[in-house]
C-alpha cells in the first residue's frame, strides 16, 4: 500500500474539485486531486459544454451531424483547460481511480492511502429516475448519452420540463424531431411564471409538445421504442425517452460512515462554510446538496479555499447568485423571483418593470418579446428575471447589484450607450424613481419656487 501525506486530498475533478485544485495549489498547497472518470466532471463532458454547443448548432441550422461534431470539438477545445497535464502543470498531484475514505483523515485509491489535513469531496451528481413502473426495464437516455447519439430520435419523449428538459426539447425540436414533454407540474417551476410562459410560448411556437400537469405511470418498451402511460390513461409513444427529473447527489460508494461525514437526502450535510459533520473535510458543488451550477461550485470553491488556506472563516452566501436557462427566449435569475420577494417583504416589496418592446435597439432588431422585472425592498434590488434575448448576459449587472448590495440609484445613476439592449435595466431603475420626482408634489413646489430667483 503506497502512502501519500499532503495538505488537501480532494474526490472529483469537476466544477467544483477543479477550482479548489487550482487555487490552492497556485497558493502553495500540497494538492492531491482524484478523479474516477473523465476530468472536468458533468459540467465539461455531459452538461453545461454540450447543451450550449448543442443549443447553438441546433440554431445555426446545420443538420443533425454537423451539431454533434460541434458538440465533440466544442468539449475538446475546452478540455486542456481541464486535463492532468494542465493541473501537473500547477503542481497538483492527479490520482486516477475512484476514491473511498478510509478514515476520518484519509481516503484509499486503487491501493494508494492519502492521508490529508482537509479533504473536500466535489464527487458531483448523477440523474435521478424517478420511480415509474417498467422505467428501468426499457432503454433511456439521460444527458450521460444524449449528447452521443448517431440516430435522431423520432420522436423524442422528455421525461420532466426542468432546465435540461426545456433545453434538450428545444435544441431537437431544431434539430428536426417531433418532441413531447411530460412534467407532472409545471415545467420551470421555480421560475416566475409569466417569464416561464414566454419560454413555453415560444417552444410550442416551434412545435414541441407540452404535456404538464400529466404524471407518467408506467412505461414499457415496444419493437423500436417505448411508451409512456400517462395518468389519464393516453399512450405516448416515441423511439428515445430522455429522463431529465432531477439529480441524485453521489455519496453512496464513499464510505462516508469511516469519516464520520453525515448525509441528509440532498447530498452531504454541511454547514454555511461548507464543512461536514467532521470539520476536516468539507463538500462542495452538486454533492453538497444546494443550487446546482458550476458557477455554484467554483463560487463555493472559493470560499473553501480561504478557509482551508488562510483559517478565515468564510461563509457561503445564496441570495446573489444567478441561474440561465438557455432556451431562446433566455430565462434568467438573481435574488428572489417576485413571488419568493413578496413572501419575504410582503407590502415593503416594491417591483418595476421594462419591456423589451419599448427598447430602440430590440425594435430595431426586431427582438422585442421579453422584460425585466426588478424585486426592490428598500431601495435596494433583492431580486431581478429577465427572459429575452441574452438574458443570460445582462443578468450579470443584477448579480453585481446584489452581491455589492448596490442602491437602485447605483443602476440609475449609470449612462448606458444608445442603442443597447442594456438600457433595459436603467430604464426599470428609472422607473423605481419617476413616480418620486414626477408624481411627487413637494418635487413641483420646491422647481417652482427655484424657478422665481434664478435669473
Ligand atoms: C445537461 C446539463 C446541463 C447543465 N447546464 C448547466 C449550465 O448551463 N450552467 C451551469 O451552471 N450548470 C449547468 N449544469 C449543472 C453543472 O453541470 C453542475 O452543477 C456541475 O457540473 C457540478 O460540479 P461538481 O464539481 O459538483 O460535479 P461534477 O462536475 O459532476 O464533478 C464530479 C466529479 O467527481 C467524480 N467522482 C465522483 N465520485 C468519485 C469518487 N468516489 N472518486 C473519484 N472521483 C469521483 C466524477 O467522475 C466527476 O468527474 C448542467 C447539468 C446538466 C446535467
Ligand atoms: N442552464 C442551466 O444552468 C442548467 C441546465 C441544465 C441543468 N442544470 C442543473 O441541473 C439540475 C438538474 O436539472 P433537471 O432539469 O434534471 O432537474 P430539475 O429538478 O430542475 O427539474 C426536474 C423536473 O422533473 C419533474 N419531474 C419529477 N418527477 C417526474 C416524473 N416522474 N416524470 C416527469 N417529470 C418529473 C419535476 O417536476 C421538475 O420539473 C438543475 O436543477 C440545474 O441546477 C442547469
Known amino acids: ?83 492532468v497535464e494542465r493541473f501537473e502543470g500547477l ?7 475512484f476514491a473511498r475514505f478510509s478514515g476520518p483523515r484519509e481516503v ?32 433511456l437516455l439521460t444527458n450521460e ?27 431537437h425540436r431544431r434539430l428536426g424531431c417531433d418532441v413531447t414533454v411530460i412534467e407532472p407540474a409545471c415545467v420551470l417551476g421555480r421560475d416566475d411564471p409569466e417569464a416561464v410562459a414566454l419560454v413555453t410560448a415560444s417552444l ?13 405511470v408506467r412505461v414499457s418498451g415496444t419493437d423500436g421504442g417505448v411508451e409512456v402511460v400517462l395518468d389519464d390513461g393516453r399512450t405516448l409513444t416515441g423511439s428515445h425517452l430522455l429522463v431529465a427529473t432531477g439529480r441524485v447527489a453521489s455519496v453512496e460508494e464513499l464510505d462516508l460512515d469511516k469519516a464520520g461525514v453525515e448525509t441528509t437526502p440532498a447530498g452531504v450535510k454541511v454547514d454555511a462554510r461548507l464543512r461536514s459533520s467532521n470539520r476536516r473535510v468539507y ?28 483559517g478565515l472563516p468564510a461563509k457561503a452566501r445564496t441570495a446573489h447568485i444567478p441561474r440561465v436557462t438557455y432556451t431562446a427566449p433566455e ?20 417591483v418595476v418593470r421594462a419591456d423589451f418592446a419599448g427598447n430602440d435597439r430590440a425594435v430595431a432588431t426586431e427582438n422585442t418579446e421579453g422584460f425585466l422585472k426588478v424585486m426592490i425592498h428598500k431601495g435596494r434590488p433583492v431580486g431581478a428575471t429577465m427572459v429575452g434575448p441574452g438574458a443570460g448576459e445582462q443578468i450579470t ?19 448606458a450607450p444608445y442603442p443597447t439592449m442594456a438600457e433595459i435595466s436603467k430604464r426599470a431603475a428609472g422607473t423605481y424613481f419617476s413616480p418620486r420626482l414626477f408624481d411627487n408634489p413637494n418635487v413641483k413646489r420646491l422647481v417652482r419656487a427655484v424657478q422665481r430667483f434664478v435669473p
Request: net charge negative; proline share 4%; hydrophobic share 50%.
Open 145 to 171: 448519452t444524449i449528447f452521443d447519439l448517431a440516430e435522431r430520435p423520432e420522436p423524442l419523449l422528455i421525461l420532466g420540463g426542468g432546465p435540461i428538459g426545456m433545453e434538450m426539447a428545444q435544441a
Open 331 to 350: 430565462l434568467a435569475q438573481v435574488g428572489l423571483t417576485e413571488a419568493e420577494a413578496r413572501a419575504a417583504h410582503g407590502a415593503a416589496l416594491e
Open 397 to 415: 449587472l443584477w448579480a453585481l447589484a446584489l452581491s455589492a448590495r448596490l442602491k437602485m440609484s447605483a443602476i440609475a445613476g449609470m449612462v
Open 1 to 83: 500500500m503506497n502512502r501519500i501525506d499532503t495538505d488537501i486530498c480532494i474526490i472529483g475533478a469537476g466544477s467544483g474539485g477543479l477550482s479548489v485544485a487550482a487555487g490552492a495549489a497556485q497558493m502553495g498547497a500540497r494538492v492531491v486531486l482524484i478523479e474516477a472518470g473523465a476530468m472536468g466532471g458533468d459540467c465539461l463532458n455531459a452538461g453545461c459544454v454540450p447543451s450550449k454547443a448543442l443549443l447553438h448548432a441546433a440554431a445555426s441550422d446545420m443538420g443533425w451531424d454537423a451539431a454533434h461534431e460541434h458538440v465533440r470539438a466544442t468539449i475538446a477545445a475546452i478540455a486542456p483547460h481541464d486535463s
Open 283 to 310: 463538500a462542495i458543488g452538486d454533492v453538497a446538496g444546494g443550487m446546482q451550477f458550476t458557477h455554484v461550485a467554483g463560487y463555493q470553491a472559493g470560499v473553501i479555499v480561504r478557509s482551508m488556506l488562510f
Open 204 to 216: 410550442e411556437a416551434e412545435g414541441v409538445a407540452f404535456e404538464e400537469g400529466a404524471v407518467p
Open 91 to 97: 503542481g497538483v498531484r492527479v490520482i486516477r481511480g
Open 108 to 139: 484509499t485509491v486503487d491501493g494508494t492511502t492519502v492521508r490529508a489535513r482537509r479533504i473536500v469531496i466535489a464527487t458531483g451528481s448523477r440523474p435521478r429516475l424517478p420511480d415509474v413502473p417498467g422505467l428501468t426495464e426499457v432503454p
